[in-house]
């Protein structure tokens, strides 16, 4: 059963066994209830963050978030940078699972080039 409650620029419909989906303006639908995934599973963006971060383990060791995502943004054509908040969100998941480790960079190497620190990634022998 689907009830609709319409107003100038919200609907709420409701489906039964499902939850409740909100519509602002027909364009952005979210979900109530969101869907989980399955323990051990890992989400497309996971793994290519892991194919990204072996390769540029390989070449130059400990690698930081923007150099992969430029990595990530030059394996695919015509795919661009990937957001910072889901870029930073999976790296911080992925290193909670033991997938990757994760340390800041001295502060001095930042000074010196005159930029933040970054915290730099590994992939672990789990990853």
Request: a positive charge; one cysteine or more.
């Amino acid at each position: 059963m689907t009830t609709a409650l319409p107003t100038p620029h919200v609907c709420i419909v409701c489906i039964a066994g499902v939850g409740a989906l909100l519509l602002i303006g027909r364009y952005l639908p979210i979900m109530e209830v969101m869907v989980r995934r399955q323990a051990g599973t890992l989400l497309p963006l996971e793994l290519d963050i892991l194919a990204a971060g072996i390769d540029l383990q390989a070449s130059l060791g400990d690698f930081h978030g923007f150099r992969l995502a430029k990595r990530l943004s030059e394996s695919t054509p015509g795919r661009g940078l990937t957001a910072h908040g889901t870029l930073y969100k999976a790296l911080a998941r992925m290193t909670t699972a033991g997938l990757l480790e994760a340390a800041w960079e001295a502060p001095e190497i930042g000074e010196v080039e005159g930029r933040p620190r970054r915290r730099l990634y590994r992939v672990t022998a789990l990853g």
